[in-house]
């Protein structure tokens, strides 16, 4: 669980926490010293690893149904925005769910054993700006051009590795 109220280990870089500097050249919580825990369980090869998230409900079901038609270990992670914590608005939640889909910040995979059998394709891609500036916790960074890229960076490199947009860009 993190609710983004205090910084973990999935605190994405850059996001500001009650426990986080608010000062310096880059406030917020360090990049590249987090955990991505779906794929530190695929590298255990546990029968079933996949990520959800609350604005789309039929793909989470249809994982969790999958998940518990198999045997042995299984993990889904599921994102979820915490209005308190981010800084956004209760009524934003969803939104802010598709965004960070979209984006590529946080991509929807399952994987098998340790190896991606499917990824859901990215709609219509948005800058990582447009899922960042809903949430207080983000406001330094939107001011910020380093931090800004760098985050981009991680979308974009999701993008890639997860398969998310189509070759020819749809």
């Not at 825990?37 to 793909?59: E, K, N, Q």
């Not at 198999?70 to 209760?90: D, E, N």
Request: glycine residues 8%.
């Amino acid at each position: 669980m993190n609710t983004g109220v205090q910084r973990s280990s999935a605190t994405p870089g850059g996001a500001r926490t009650a426990t986080t500097m608010p000062v310096g050249t880059e406030p917020g919580a360090d990049f590249d010293k987090g955990k991505n825990v779906p794929l530190i369980a695929m590298a255990h090869g546990i029968p079933y690893v996949a990520t959800a998230s609350v604005d789309r409900l039929h793909d989470l079901e249809a994982k969790v149904e999958k998940a518990m038609s198999l045997h042995g270990a299984r993990y889904i992670q599921v994102f979820v925005p915490c209005p308190l914590g981010w800084g956004s608005k209760p009524a934003d939640t969803v939104k802010i769910a598709r965004l960070a889909v979209e984006s590529g910040l946080y991509p929807l995979f399952e994987a098998e054993y340790g190896e991606i059998i499917a990824s859901t394709k990215i709609r219509r891609k948005v800058p990582v700006s447009e899922y960042l500036k809903i949430q207080r916790r983000f406001a330094h960074t939107l001011k910020n051009e380093a931090q800004l890229a760098r985050i981009q960076a991680v979308a974009d490199q999701h993008i890639r590795r997860f398969g998310l947009i189509d070759e020819q860009g749809d």
